[in-house]
């Protein structure tokens, strides 16, 4: 059974950083594409980043030159690193499973349970 468990969500102040991981077992994770969504209150959930078994990456516009997305494939662990953080940033963030085609991710069935990331003052 796939599981995906993130961490490293928290509350930070506009221009500060955080760096998010999802650890996965139960699934070849070298062979598998792995991404970041986010889903803020009253919006539907977002491409953040997303990353191909061979290294390929992609991300959503609104987080493009701040974000940086990373995988061990010793570990079974995809990382979020994001920088210069803003207000509308906020959302609960959700490590996937998916696939990456053509260039673009598209979200699998196996989602984490979410973590929380707040940017405050």
């Known amino acids: 059974q796939v599981q995906l468990v993130e961490s490293g969500g928290g509350l930070v102040q506009p221009g500060g950083s955080l760096r998010l991981s999802c650890r996965a077992s139960?699934?070849?994770?070298?062979?598998?594409?792995m991404g970041w969504y986010r889903q803020a209150p009253g919006k539907e959930r977002e491409l953040v980043a997303g990353?191909?078994?061979?290294?390929?990456?992609v991300y959503g516009d609104s987080v493009q030159g701040r974000f940086t997305i990373s995988r061990d494939n010793d570990k079974n662990t995809v990382d979020l690193q994001m920088n210069s953080l803003r207000p509308e940033d906020t959302a609960v963030y959700f490590c996937?499973?998916?696939?990456?085609?053509?260039?673009?991710?598209?979200?699998?069935?196996?989602w984490g349970q979410g973590t929380q990331v707040t940017v405050s003052s």
């Open positions: 139960g699934t070849a994770f070298s062979i598998s594409a």
């Open positions: 996937n499973k998916g696939t990456f085609y053509g260039g673009q991710y598209y979200f699998g069935t196996y």
């Open positions: 990353v191909s078994r061979g290294g390929t990456i």
